[in-house]
Structure formats: structure tokens, C-alpha cells
């Protein structure tokens, strides 16, 4: 049985007026990422599981507390004698910052698991368990683990629901305060495929805040999430942008991430009049650049710049070698046929249509084949 769900106290206090709940006391110097795991916890908690006499919770700021039999362990349950009296549970929490450094948000979790086996001691004590000493520490440690991974699922639930219900939202309206402050702490977390949602999802987004997520999602260790920042911010106006995409361009480790770097760039440089500026960088950028993929960027933008001559070693890549370089080149030229260049793009293209064996680049051919036989043939009726 759930010794969380047993009601063996229900006949304790039915004739006593007693305080109820689960109550947080934080000491200075809690760290507040700490302080709303706990106080999000807890909230959950209450809305899980009935608390018939009131638990204050004491977050210490010590390494470890000193117990009933002098032992310094990481949390302590005291259940007074006469059940009237509040038990009260302590948890050390004075090594957060180091743990948070070494694991991540994965360190919260650690805590939360302390203080709900310290919490099994406290719904122990009001069921009368009759287990052993040993055998309450061990339903208390399993106990925990399983509660806390129930937690840790439920938000997961919420917010991929959160996610996917703003991410349709998003294509029709500004992103309000309340979902920024959301989204930030999402993007401040350790999952992948949420920070990578959440750069498309704020793709569209003229607000400060929402940028700032975008520009602190562009130093991730993941570089794909580095890539769909860059992405993302593509349709910024602003030279705090157009400065830190010159740095990504420049020196991200990943060829790929400085391809959609440079690609923003472009975009942004033609937004706030720094063509010019743009085009000497990438000029220079170009001489030290050995990545394929980001050159064949380069020289895309160069060409959206206004240097014509640059579309021809665009045309000449579609014969690479490399499937990913030929998919690049015609995702590039997806972005810059118009009515001048159209016909050049596409004898090229119907030539390299024929021989090509891969699925993804003949995928991107024909994207850029039907935008011209969509948009430009009926321009020209």
C-alpha cells in the first residue's frame, strides 16, 4: 500500500482541531533556483496528497545536519510523541551551488528526492508503520524515487503541452509576458527538444525578452539547439544581434552552426543598413573559412548582398560530392531565385535533377523547381 495514500490517521484527529499542510521555511542564502524547485514541488505536493497535521519544512544552509544520534546526514524527520504536536523535517542544502554546477538542473531533483524521503518518514510516523528501522529507510528512499519521477513526468506533460498549444498560437499573435517568463525557464533547462521548440517557437517574435532567450540559446553545449537560435533570429532588427552573429560566425566550434549563424547575419545586415559592413566581414571571414557548408552560406549571402559574381561557385557546389553540400546549395538558391536568375537556376538544377540519387537533395531541388515554376511562370503570363 501507498503509505503517502494511507488514512490509518484518520482516526487520530477526527475530534482535534489541528493545523494542516505542508509549509516551506527557507534559511538567507538559499539559492533561488533552489527555492522555486522546492516552493514548485511542494505546490504539486499538496495538490497530490493531504497533509492532516501541519509539516514545516526548514531549508538549512549547511552541507549536512547534524541528526538525533549525531550523524550528519543530508535530512532529518523528527515525529513528536504525541501526535498533536507538529513534526517538523530539515533539509542541507548549503552545497546547492556546487552541485548545480557539476549536474544541472538535475541537482533540484536530487534535493527534492531528500526531502520526500525525509516526508515518508512524517506520513510513517502518522500511519503507525510497524516496519523496521531498516525497512522504513528503504520504502522511504523507493518511496521518494517514485514520487519525485511521477513529479518530474507530470512536468514534462505540462509542458510539452504548454509548448505545442503556443507554438500553433505563436504563427497569429505576440507572445504575451506571462508565456516569456515560461519559456525562459524552459530555455534555462537541460531539454534538447524543448529549448529547440522553443527557438522556433519565438522565431516570429519582435519582443526584447524574447531574443534574449534566443542569444542565450545560441551558447548552448547542444548545436543543433545553436543552430535554431541562429535561425531564429534571422528577423531581428537589432545590432546587439547583428554583433553577437559576427561572433557565432566566427568562432563557433560547429561548421554547421556558423552556416545558420552567417545566413542571420545576412538577414539582419540588410534590417539595420549594415550591408556594407556585412559584406567586408564575410569577405574576410571567407579567406579562413574551411568548412564547406558555412563557405556555401557565405557565398550565398554575398550574393543576397549584392555581389553577383558569387552565385556561379554556388551553382558549381551542386555537383559536390557531399549529399549535405548539395542539399545546402539548394536550400541557398531556395532563398535567392528571383525573375533575373531564375532561368540560370534552373537548367542547372533540372541537369543535377536527373543524376542525383539522394532522397533529402532531390527533396530540395524540386523546391526551388516549383517556386519558380509557381511564382515566376505565372509573373511572367
Known amino acids: 500500500m501507498d503509505i503517502w495514500k494511507s488514512e490509518v490517521w484518520k482516526d487520530k484527529y477526527k475530534d482535534h482541531n489541528v493545523r494542516k499542510g505542508l509549509r516551506l521555511k527557507f534559511d538567507r542564502g538559499i539559492d ?52 498533536l504536536e507538529e513534526p517538523y523535517v530539515r533539509v542541507a542544502a548549503g552545497d546547492f551551488k556546487e552541485s548545480f554546477e557539476e549536474m544541472g538542473e538535475q541537482a533540484v531533483y536530487q534535493y527534492l528526492c531528500t526531502l520526500t524521503h525525509e516526508l515518508t518518514h512524517y506520513f510513517q510516523w502518522l500511519n503507525n508503520s510497524e516496519l523496521t528501522q531498516i525497512g522504513k529507510e528503504r520504502q522511504a528512499t523507493i518511496t521518494a524515487d517514485r514520487i519525485v519521477q511521477r513529479y518530474v513526468d507530470a512536468k514534462y506533460e505540462e509542458k510539452q503541452q504548454f509548448l505545442h498549444k503556443l507554438e500553433q498560437s505563436a504563427k497569429r499573435r505576440e507572445i504575451n509576458e506571462a508565456e516569456i517568463d515560461k519559456l525562459r525557464k524552459i530555455a534555462f533547462e537541460d531539454d534538447v527538444n524543448n529549448k529547440i521548440l522553443i527557438a522556433r517557437i519565438l522565431e516570429e517574435s519582435k519582443l526584447i525578452e524574447s531574443e534574449k532567450i534566443l542569444l542565450h540559446l545560441t551558447k548552448d553545449i547542444d548545436d543543433v539547439v545553436r543552430m535554431e537560435a541562429c535561425n531564429a533570429l534571422s528577423n531581428s532588427d537589432s545590432l546587439e544581434v547583428y554583433e553577437a552573429l559576427k561572433g557565432i560566425a566566427s568562432k563557433d566550434s560547429v561548421g554547421m552552426v556558423r552556416g545558420y549563424a552567417i545566413v542571420a547575419l545576412g538577414d539582419v545586415a540588410v534590417e539595420i543598413n549594415k550591408e556594407k559592413e556585412a559584406t567586408k566581414f564575410l569577405k574576410n571571414l571567407l579567406k579562413r573559412e574551411k568548412t564547406d557548408f558555412a563557405i556555401i552560406d557565405i557565398w550565398a549571402v554575398l550574393y543576397c548582398l549584392g555581389e553577383e559574381r558569387w552565385l556561379s561557385y554556388l551553382l558549381e557546389k551542386i555537383d559536390s560530392s557531399k549529399s549535405s553540400e548539395r542539399c545546402e546549395v539548394a536550400n541557398c538558391l531556395y532563398g535567392i531565385v528571383d525573375e533575373e536568375n531564375k532561368e540560370q537556376i534552373k537548367t542547372i538544377l533540372q541537369k543535377r535533377r536527373e543524376i542525383e540519387k539522394s532522397e533529402e537533395v532531390i527533396e530540395s531541388i524540386e523546391e526551388v523547381l516549383n517556386i519558380i515554376k509557381k511564382d515566376y511562370n505565372k509573373k511572367g503570363m
Open 32 to 83: 533561488e533556483k533552489l527555492k522555486t524547485g522546492f516552493k514548485e514541488y511542494c505546490r504539486w505536493l499538496r495538490s497530490e496528497y493531504t497533509f492532516p497535521i501541519r509539516v514545516p519544512v526548514y531549508v538549512k544552509n549547511f552541507k549536512k545536519i547534524k541528526a538525533m544520534d549525531g550523524e550528519y546526514v543530508f535530512g532529518t524527520f523528527l515525529g513528536p510523541f504525541n501526535f
